[in-house]
C-alpha cells in the first residue's frame, strides 16, 4: 500500500508548525488590538471616563468577536499546525471573553450616559435605542451573545443534543452582522475617519470570508470533486464497524493519516447529522476508512450502511500528524478504539515505533490483528496492555520499564479521556517535554 510521504521538514529538530500555528495567531490578534487603539486615540476621548471604559470595552469586544471567527473558520493552514481541538477550545474562552466585553460595554456605555443627563439608567438605555442609530441592532446581538453564552457552558452544554446546541450557536452569525452594522453607525473611532472604517471593513471582511470559504466553499467544492460513496461496511466486532469510502481524484485529496473528518451518510434519516471519526488506515489515493464504537445512534447506524451510501465529508482535519514531529523515534499510545488514528500513523511513520494498546480485555482490542502485521513489517515494538484501570497499568514506572529511551521519542496519544488525562501526567512525571507530546481531543464547537 502506497501512503502520503511525510514532508522533509516535519522530521527535523526545531521546525515547529504548531508554535508557528500560534504564534502567527498571537501576532495577527495582537497586531490588531494595536491598530484599534490608536484609531480610539485619534478619535479623541469622551469626557465622561466611563464612556471612555465602554467604547474601548466594545472596540476590544468586536474585535475578538471577529478573531473568534477565524478561529472556528476551519481554514486548513491553521488546522494542520494547530489542530480542531485547539482552535475550537480557545474559540470557547475568546467567547466567553466576547461576552464580558460586551457587557462592560453595555454598562459603561448606559451608566455613563446616565451620568450626563437626569435618567435613570432603564430610561437611559430606552432612550440610546430610540435616538441614537444602531443601538437597538446591538441590544438585539448582546441578547443574542448571552443566550449562546448560556447554552455554552458545561452544565447547559451537557443536557443538549449537539445538533440542537449547533443550531442556537448559529445564531451568533446574527449577532456578529448586527454588532458590526452598530460599530460603523455609531463607534465614534469609525464615523470620524474614512482610514479607520476602510480597516474595519476590512478586518471583519477576511473573519467573514475565511468563516465562508473554510466552512461552505471548500467542503462543498471537495465533495463535488470527489463523489464520495460507501463501497464495503465491515464489523470488526459486536461493537465495533470500518467504513470504506472511495471517490474520484482521492490521490488530490489532503489528507494525512491521524487527521479525522466530519462524515454525513446521506440516508434519509441520517443526512442532517455528522460525527467526527478518524481515518484508521493512511489514505492510499484509492480508498478512506474509518472504524468506528458503538457508542450512539449515529455510530450504531455505521453497521446498517449500504454499500452505495453518498457521503458527504468535511475535511480532512486536525494537527495529529506527523508533521509535528521532533524526534526520529516515536511512542505511539491508544486506548481502545483510540487505536484507530494510531494504526494510521504507524503506517506512515518512519524510523523505530513503540506502540502500546491499552485495553481491559483481549476482546476489546480493535484492528489488533493489523496492528501486529503492520508492526512486524515495520521492525516496531507492540504492547497490548490488559486489565482493569486499577492499579495502572500506563504509570510513570510502568512505561518507563516499557520504553526506557521515552524521553527521546515523540510520543503520540488517543483515547477515552480519563486514559488520556492519566498517560499525560505519567509523562509529565517522567519529564517528556511538551513538544513532543502530540494528542487531539475531538470537541467541536462554531
Known amino acids: 500500500m502506497t501512503t502520503l510521504q511525510e514532508p522533509a521538514a516535519a522530521t527535523r529538530p526545531g521546525v515547529r508548525p504548531g508554535v508557528v500555528g500560534r504564534a502567527s495567531l498571537y501576532a495577527l490578534l495582537l497586531a490588531n488590538a494595536v491598530v484599534v487603539t490608536v484609531f480610539f486615540v485619534q478619535a479623541g476621548f469622551a469626557s465622561n471616563s466611563l464612556i471612555v471604559l465602554g467604547r474601548l470595552a466594545g472596540l476590544y469586544?468586536?474585535?475578538?468577536?471577529?478573531?473568534?471567527?477565524?478561529?472556528?473558520?476551519?481554514?486548513?493552514?491553521?488546522?494542520?499546525?494547530?489542530?480542531?481541538?485547539?482552535?475550537?477550545?480557545?474559540?470557547?474562552?475568546?467567547?466567553?471573553?466576547?461576552?464580558?466585553?460586551?457587557?462592560?460595554?453595555?454598562?459603561?456605555?448606559?451608566f455613563g450616559y446616565a451620568q450626563s443627563s437626569s435618567l435613570d439608567p432603564v430610561n437611559q438605555l430606552v432612550d440610546l435605542a430610540e435616538t441614537v442609530e444602531g443601538v437597538l441592532r446591538a441590544i438585539v446581538a448582546l441578547a443574542i451573545i448571552i443566550a449562546v453564552g448560556a447554552v455554552s457552558a458545561r452544565s447547559a452544554r451537557r443536557r443538549l443534543a449537539y445538533e440542537t446546541w449547533h443550531f442556537i450557536h448559529l445564531y451568533t452569525y446574527v449577532a456578529v452582522v448586527l454588532a458590526f452594522t452598530h460599530q460603523v453607525a455609531a463607534g465614534t473611532s469609525f464615523t470620524s475617519s474614512s482610514v479607520a472604517r476602510t480597516y474595519w471593513y476590512a478586518v471583519w471582511g477576511v473573519a467573514l470570508a475565511s468563516v465562508f470559504l473554510g466552512r461552505l466553499v471548500l467542503p462543498l467544492w471537495r465533495n463535488l470533486r470527489h463523489q464520495l460513496r460507501v463501497t464495503a461496511v465491515v464489523p470488526e466486532n459486536d461493537d465495533v464497524v470500518s467504513?470504506?469510502?472511495?471517490?474520484?481524484?482521492?490521490?488530490?485529496?489532503?489528507?494525512?493519516?491521524?487527521?479525522?473528518f466530519l462524515w454525513r451518510f446521506l440516508t434519509k434519516d441520517r443526512w442532517w447529522q455528522a460525527n467526527p471519526f478518524s481515518l484508521s488506515a493512511a489514505p492510499d489515493g484509492?480508498?478512506?476508512?474509518?472504524?468506528?464504537?458503538?457508542?450512539?445512534?449515529?455510530?450504531?447506524?455505521?453497521?446498517?450502511?449500504?454499500?452505495?451510501?453518498?457521503?458527504?465529508a468535511e475535511g480532512p482535519y486536525g494537527a495529529f500528524t506527523t508533521l509535528h514531529r521532533t524526534?526520529?523515534?516515536?511512542?505511539?499510545?491508544?486506548?481502545?478504539?483510540?487505536?484507530?488514528?494510531?494504526?494510521?500513523?504507524?503506517?506512515?511513520?518512519?524510523?523505530?515505533?513503540?506502540?502500546?494498546?491499552?485495553?481491559?480485555?483481549?476482546?476489546?482490542?480493535?484492528?489488533?490483528?493489523?496492528?501486529?502485521?503492520?508492526?512486524?513489517?515495520?521492525?516496531?515494538e507492540l504492547h497490548l496492555v490488559t486489565g482493569p484501570a486499577v492499579p495502572d497499568r500506563l504509570a510513570p514506572q510502568e512505561l518507563a520499564r516499557l520504553v526506557p529511551d521515552i524521553t527521546a521519542r515523540d510520543v503520540y496519544l488517543c483515547g477515552p479521556p480519563p486514559m488520556m488525562n492519566a498517560v499525560l501526567g505519567s509523562l509529565r512525571e517522567l519529564g517528556v517535554p511538551r513538544t513532543q507530546t502530540h494528542f487531539e481531543r475531538f470537541s467541536l464547537a462554531g
Open 243 to 260: 467504513v470504506y469510502i472511495t471517490g474520484r481524484d482521492l490521490d488530490r485529496l489532503p489528507a494525512r493519516a491521524g487527521q479525522f
Open 327 to 380: 524526534r526520529p523515534d516515536a511512542l505511539l499510545i491508544a486506548g481502545g478504539v483510540g487505536v484507530t488514528p494510531i494504526r494510521a500513523l504507524l503506517e506512515e511513520l518512519h524510523g523505530h515505533a513503540v506502540v502500546i494498546h491499552r485495553v481491559a480485555t483481549d476482546q476489546d482490542a480493535v484492528l489488533h490483528d493489523e496492528l501486529r502485521e503492520l508492526a512486524l513489517a515495520k521492525g516496531a
Open 61 to 110: 469586544g468586536a474585535l475578538l468577536m471577529a478573531f473568534q471567527l477565524l478561529l472556528v473558520a476551519r481554514l486548513p493552514w491553521f488546522d494542520r499546525r494547530i489542530g480542531m481541538d485547539r482552535l475550537t477550545s480557545w474559540h470557547r474562552w475568546t467567547g466567553f471573553s466576547v461576552l464580558w466585553l460586551l457587557l462592560a460595554h453595555a454598562v459603561f456605555i448606559v
Open 286 to 312: 484509492r480508498t478512506l476508512r474509518l472504524t468506528a464504537k458503538r457508542a450512539g445512534d449515529g455510530s450504531a447506524a455505521l453497521r446498517h450502511l449500504k454499500v452505495g451510501t453518498r457521503v458527504f
